[in-house]
């Protein structure tokens, strides 16, 4: 798969469909970031780590990373803007309010 | 080895023996007993499969579709309300076309609240594109599962093993347990083709254009149609190598039969009973068992019903406004043949209502000495 693969397909005949639909393209190359109209921001000044917005985010979006804050090893979430929808959920859920959403504006 | 067991049980024996591996499930009555022995063996270790707890059925088959596309083999079972909380997903398994094993405890609807037998829950999933196998004792339940499996994967589509409340689920019979390696050689583990892969990821299942989705649902009825061979040939490797008899249906005394009792489950297993006792009064009847009903075994159904003067269908379920639902289908399947026999449609035992041999007796009696139905409903034992 590769990012050639990007113009639609119409298969023409059945025998060539997949069993089910599959995306042709690698999701590696459909980044599905742009359809977002509000971004969430982590004020990691905020952050606990508790790793809520982790576990409620719907996408996977959000990327566990290790670091050191105050000299310890905390583990610190990460936001992958080039699939977060900005459906707001992780902003929703946070118990520190240490995440901000902002609207996007058009490039 | 055998053992004495409760349909239930005979449902967790049939996964562990087909070696499941990710089992996700809601407790309901009259299945409860499923998935509680299941979950022992996954917490012993004697079955080596992860155990999701949901907190519904919707979730429960949403977990496997997942599971399943990762290209591992799963297992859920279910009842009445708890399959029609499932049923936005029943049709996602299909189109996703993931081939979970289910078993299902037939269980009236409510309200009322009833928790006895009745078989409307999984006929309300007719449609969905899943395959429906109806048993008739604790045996072919346990049996049933490892030749479910066999054959959705080899077509891509899911499969429902299903039993009767209580007249099967919670009573005991003695069960030949098969021997693990004979099944394993019967069922190697399950390769998928088109796989969720993190390494190789792609969507599954989104939004698909006109040009395409036609020809997807072609796919499945393709695939229902190969199905119904695969059942066929799955049930004669079954035998050779376990030596039991299976099929798409089971007849009884049908090569000199003039008159035929047509059933499903654990009624047809009981009219067997009666049909002895109809033929030592003298009368040339046989029984047409329905046991695989998705997909529908229409050739095997003519083939029977076009030599047979006259026949009698018995339901556990109603289609409001029209009639039984066996009944409309073995019609159905009938009505562009040259000789098609009047067919009686009996409505009995709904909610659980026994339906013993002496009844089955009386339906045959009463219906069969008449020309043709004057109704698509007959009644029995209604208190009029």
């Known amino acids: ?107 | 080895m055998r053992k004495l067991l409760i349909g239930n049980h005979a449902l967790s024996y049939g996964a562990k023996l087909s070696r499941a591996e990710v089992i996700s499930a809601y407790p309901i009555t009259p299945q409860t007993e499923v998935v509680e022995l299941l979950s022992e063996m996954c917490a012993s270790g004697e079955l080596k499969a992860k155990f999701i707890k949901v907190e519904s059925e919707h979730s429960a088959m949403a977990s496997l579709i997942g599971a399943s596309a990762v290209g591992v083999r799963t297992f859920t079972a279910t009842s009445s309300q708890g399959l029609a909380l499932m049923h936005e997903m029943l049709h996602w398994a299909v189109g996703a076309r993931t081939p979970i094993v289910m078993g299902n405890i037939n269980r009236a609807l409510a309200p009322p609240w009833s928790v006895w037998t009745e078989q409307n829950d999984s006929l309300s999933q007719r449609d969905t594109g899943w395959m429906q196998l109806y048993a008739q004792n604790n045996q072919e339940v346990l049996d049933s599962v490892i030749q479910a499996y066999k054959v959705a994967e080899s077509i891509d589509l899911p499969a429902m093993v299903i039993l009767a409340a209580f007249v099967l689920s919670h009573t005991s019979e003695t069960v030949e347990i098969p021997d693990q390696k004979k099944v394993d050689a019967f069922l190697p583990s399950y390769k998928r083709k088109y796989k969720l892969d993190p390494t190789d990821p792609h969507a599954f299942g989104g939004l698909t254009n006109t040009e395409n989705y036609y020809e997807l649902r072609y796919k499945i009825q393709k695939a229902m149609e190969k199905a119904l061979n695969k059942w066929e040939e799955v049930g004669k490797e079954f035998e050779e190598i376990f030596g039991r008899k299976y099929g798409l249906i089971e007849t009884y005394k049908v090569s000199d039969a003039k008159n035929l009792i047509i059933s499903s489950a654990t009624i047809a297993s009981t009219a067997r009973n009666a049909i002895d006792k109809l033929r030592e009064k003298g009368e040339k009847v046989g029984l047409l068992r329905i046991r695989v009903f998705r997909p529908f075994p229409a050739k095997k159904v003519r083939g029977i019903l076009n030599s047979i003067d006259k026949a009698v269908v018995i339901d556990r379920n109603i289609g409001f406004g029209a009639s039984g639902i066996f009944y409309q289908e073995v019609k159905a399947a009938m009505y562009n043949e040259k000789n098609t026999p009047p067919i009686f449609g009996v409505v009995a035992g709904l909610g659980g209502r026994d339906v013993t041999s002496k009844h089955i007796i009386e339906i045959y009696e009463d219906t069969i000495k008449k020309n043709k139905p004057k109704s698509d409903i007959i009644w029995k034992g209604l208190k009029e």
């Open chain 1, 1 to 107: 798969m590769s990012k050639k693969s990007k113009k639609i397909i119409i298969y023409k005949k059945e025998k060539e469909l997949p069993p089910s639909a599959i995306s042709f393209a690698s999701m590696n190359y459909n980044k599905t970031g742009n359809w977002r109209n509000f971004r969430p921001v982590i004020n990691y000044a905020k952050c606990t780590s508790c790793l809520i917005c982790w576990k409620f985010c719907p996408e996977g979006a959000i990327k566990l990373k290790k670091t050191k804050k105050n000299n310890k090893e905390v583990i610190k979430p990460v936001i992958n803007y080039d699939y977060c929808k900005g459906c707001g959920i992780c902003w929703e859920e946070c118990p520190t309010g240490a995440i901000d959403i902002i609207q996007e504006e058009e490039d």
